[in-house]
């Protein structure tokens, strides 16, 4: 067997774990793309609390998503250039920049469903759902060890 290959088979979990992100955020980017969507897995994952709640803050946003509030506000920055949401300064405390979907941030989030559906679909193909609540189970104990520390 050949060097590469024992490396292949020696993959630790970090590693497994990052490759598995890079190559679902590349399915996703791909899916988006055939159906001429101009939105990338990280703009995603911003757009999603902000569907979910009217009026979120950037500080909230990065705390849900698990970014930085410098990433956040970058990629907030790149969505607002789309005209997806609309950053306005909360009432009581000027400080606080909170942000809403705009009209067409909605339509891109109905649109998007599909590809979130069809992405999800193909990671998980041959998997069955007991094997994907185990492998959940799992991330979440590794997850729950590394904000522990």
């Known amino acids: 067997m050949s ?32 159906l ?36 956040v506000t970058k990629i907030i920055d790149t969505l607002e250039k789309k005209n997806l949401l609309v950053r306005y300064s909360d009432q009581i405390d000027q400080r606080i920049k909170r942000v809403v979907l705009s009209n067409k941030g909605k339509d891109l989030m109905k649109n998007v469903m599909p590809v979130i559906e069809q992405t999800r679909n193909e990671v998980l193909s041959g998997i069955n759902s007991k094997e994907v609540e185990t492998f959940k189970i799992v991330l979440k104990k590794i997850y729950n060890n590394l904000i522990s520390e």
Request: glycine share 8%; with cysteine.
């Open 3 to 34: 060097n590469s290959q024992d490396l292949k088979n020696e993959i630790d979990v970090g590693m497994l774990m990052s490759q598995v992100d890079r190559l679902c955020t590349k399915k996703f980017s791909q899916n988006a793309h055939k």
């Open 36 to 71: 001429g969507m101009d939105i990338t897995q990280d703009q995603w994952i911003v757009l999603g609390p902000i569907w979910k709640q009217k009026g979120i803050s950037q500080k909230e946003i990065a705390e849900y998503c698990g970014k930085d509030k410098t990433s």
